[in-house]
């Protein structure tokens, strides 16, 4: 019940198209869902958050919708370019208590030049 | 958001040694976490660093194996003992809650990581 499901695992989109990232997760109890980006060799930065009081959540060319009853979460690259290709992780946390994460499981984009 | 160093970046170890990682951050935080990250892979939570008391393992993490210390509010340490092969993976610090900022517990922000690798 913990679990954060991520797919599709990798990605290859052609520049100026827009990437799809799905994750769904199973405990109601999460708060928070964070999206981070990770390029080779450095640590995850945090790209956009929601919560589950709103359905979307827009940032430049990032969105998050959410889908409550669905109990799923996606990020939506808009325009990609090939300064985007890296790894990005979906999570989920509780805000009361440890606020610990519960990673997706990653999901490599390549953007095509 | 604060910035978080880690030394070293990345080390190259012998089988049965053990190796201490540091992770520093610029202000002061409520919340550190230590991370593994083995290649390709996603992350893994070891251990909740408490300033001031033990650290909150999770499960399949034990303190013998990975001792956490955290003196204070802006520094804390993760030693990997008795290494071993399954032990090359990169390691990361997070930190959230900033004092006297509006960042929310949850948003946690990640050090550049250190990378092990165990011969």
């Known amino acids: 019940q913990q679990q954060v499901k991520q797919s599709p695992q990798s990605l290859i989109v052609q520049k100026g198209g827009i990437s799809i990232i799905n994750c769904a997760y199973e405990?109601?109890?999460?708060?928070?869902f964070p999206w981070y980006q990770q390029f080779p060799g450095k640590g995850p930065a945090l790209l956009i958050a929601i919560r589950p009081d709103v359905s979307e959540k827009k940032e430049g060319r990032f969105t998050i919708s959410f889908n409550k009853s669905a109990k799923q979460f996606s990020l939506h690259i808009m325009d990609s370019q090939p300064g985007d290709s890296a790894t990005y992780f979906c999570?989920?946390?509780?805000?009361?208590?440890?606020?610990?994460?519960?990673f997706g499981t990653g999901t490599r984009l390549k953007v095509l030049a | 958001s604060a910035v978080i160093s880690q030394k070293p970046s990345r080390d190259i170890c012998q089988r049965g040694t053990s190796l201490t990682i540091q992770c520093q951050v610029d202000?002061?935080?409520?919340?550190m976490f230590w991370y593994r990250q083995q290649p390709g892979q996603s992350l893994t939570l070891i251990a909740t660093a408490n300033q001031g008391s033990e650290a909150t393992y999770e499960s399949g993490f034990v303190i013998d194996k990975f001792p956490i210390s955290r003196p204070n509010l802006t520094f804390s340490t993760l030693t990997v003992s008795n290494m071993s092969p399954e032990d090359s993976s990169i390691y990361l610090c997070?930190?959230?809650?900033?004092?006297?900022?509006?960042?929310?517990?949850?948003?946690?922000?990640f050090g550049p990581g250190t990378r092990l690798t165990v011969l």
């Open positions: 202000s002061q935080v409520t919340m």
């Open positions: 405990n109601t109890a999460f708060d928070y």
């Open positions: 997070s930190v959230a809650g900033g004092f006297g900022t509006s960042a929310l517990l949850n948003e946690q922000f």
């Open positions: 999570a989920a946390s509780l805000s009361s208590g440890t606020y610990k994460y519960i």
